[in-house]
């Protein structure tokens, strides 16, 4: 069993950063697959990045590529997401996910494990 818990979220205004983090628990082997998803009011939960635990493979969203980086520390068992140049379309509860295989899928159903999420408001 995995657990996962994010923190980091906050009230920003627009052009500013944020580093959001993602401790996780339990049984995290090289061959997974860690990444964020977001979910704005009233809209369905995206792909934001991913992350092989193992090898550090990353796959972006367009909507965030050149702003986003996703990292991870495997010694603390945590994954990062700082996030530069945030624009008002960011605003969303940030979501820490994983799943088993070494493959960054986009989809929210290859993910069996997630996070409570942290809120991302960035104001105009």
């Known amino acids: 069993q995995v657990q996962l818990v994010e923190s980091g979220g906050g009230l920003v205004q627009a052009g500013d950063s944020l580093r959001l983090s993602c401790a996780a628990s339990?049984?995290?082997?090289?061959?997974?697959?860690m990444a964020w998803f977001r979910q704005a009011p009233g809209k369905e939960r995206d792909f934001v990045a991913g992350i092989t635990w193992g090898a550090g493979n990353t796959l972006y969203a367009d909507s965030v590529k050149g702003r986003f980086t996703i990292s991870r520390d495997n010694a603390k068992n945590t994954v990062y997401l700082q996030m530069n140049s945030l624009k008002p379309e960011d605003t969303a509860v940030y979501y820490c996910?994983?799943?088993?295989?070494?493959?960054?899928?986009?989809?929210?159903?290859?993910?069996?494990?997630w996070g409570q999420g942290t809120r991302v408001t960035v104001s105009s």
């Open positions: 996910a994983a799943h088993s295989r070494r493959v960054i899928d986009t989809s929210t159903t290859t993910y069996n494990y």
């Open positions: 339990g049984r995290i082997s090289s061959t997974y697959t």
